[in-house]
């Protein structure tokens, strides 16, 4: 009898404990449930959360955040989300619509409004800070662990830009006459060319507008001309052959072409390109 009694205590409290502590884990391995507007800010929030965050980003990094639709799966996943980061551009109206039919009210929205180009090592840095002061804020038992992984991907970037800004630098860039997609102009002022003339959308190239541009450049002797994926690919084509100079396409997202889902991938990938450009 005293076995038996001693036998169910011990079920007892074993089921006490699985209660206690087996009902705590879940909470405690929670992830942070994040959705982002765009690659640039997911591919950071993935590098400073790590195995603390879940994050799905909504616009494919090939698209111009100004023409996206909006999904049913995209109104779920923010209606499961606890933070929305986006950027505040005019081009993503749709962010509020969203955020209204997700009706989520535990969902913390933060815009990491930055206008220059994320493509650039400084303002890289500059994003990296506002996301993880966010996310700190959002989830402070993980905020050490989110400083610390910031420290390290700072590194990450400061070292990649004295690493491109070395190479470039031996190219003498300044001496480089290009006309580029107005959505570039901050990174190839940044890279170190002599940017003439800018340009818009497609649809803003009128044929007076493209006439005024080709004149621009011959009297600016421009030798290449810089693309934007995003808001058009061929949009400076009709130019390019107008002045019968090099032409570039390249990505302001993190993972719009292959091998380029981070930032310093990226990053390599379009100084790449331009550098191929300059030596033909």
């Avoid at 929030?45 to 639709?69: L, M, S, T, W, Y």
């Avoid at 890279?191 to 009128?206: C, E, H, I, K, Q």
């Avoid at 990938?269 to 300059?278: G, R």
Wanted: charged letters at 20%; a negative charge; one cysteine or more.
């Amino acid at each position: 009898m005293k076995k038996t009694i001693v036998v169910i205590t011990g079920l007892i409290l074993s089921l006490i404990a699985i209660s206690l502590f087996g009902g705590c884990s879940p909470e405690s391995t929670a992830k942070l449930k994040v959705v982002t507007s765009t690659s640039l800010i997911s591919s950071i929030v993935e590098r400073i959360g790590g195995d603390k965050v879940d994050v799905v980003n909504i616009i494919p990094p090939a698209q111009c955040p100004g023409h996206f639709d909006v999904k049913p799966g995209d109104i779920q996943r923010l209606a499961d989300a606890d933070l929305f980061l986006l950027h505040g551009w005019q081009g993503e109206q749709f962010s509020q619509e969203l955020i209204a039919s997700a009706n989520n009210p535990d969902l913390t929205v933060v815009k990491i409004d930055i206008k220059s180009s994320w493509m650039t090592p400084p303002v890289q840095l500059l994003a990296i800070d506002k996301i993880t002061a966010t996310l700190s804020q959002v989830d402070t038992k993980s905020s050490s662990d989110y400083q610390k992984s910031a420290s390290a991907y700072k590194e990450n970037v400061e070292a990649k830009g004295a690493e491109i800004k070395a190479r470039l630098a031996e190219a003498d860039l300044s001496s480089v006459n290009v006309m580029c997609d107005e959505q570039q102009a901050g990174f190839v002022q940044w890279a170190g060319f002599n940017v003439v003339a800018t340009y818009g959308r497609p649809d803003s190239l009128t044929p007076q507008v493209v006439k005024e541009l080709v004149d621009k450049g011959r009297e600016g002797k421009v030798t290449l001309i810089i693309d934007n994926m995003q808001s058009g690919k061929d949009a400076g084509a009709g130019i390019a052959e107008e002045l019968g100079c090099q032409r570039v396409i390249l990505s302001n997202f993190p993972g719009c072409f292959e091998n380029t889902e981070t930032w310093e991938k990226a990053v390599d990938y379009n100084v790449e390109l331009l550098l191929e450009a300059i030596a033909q």
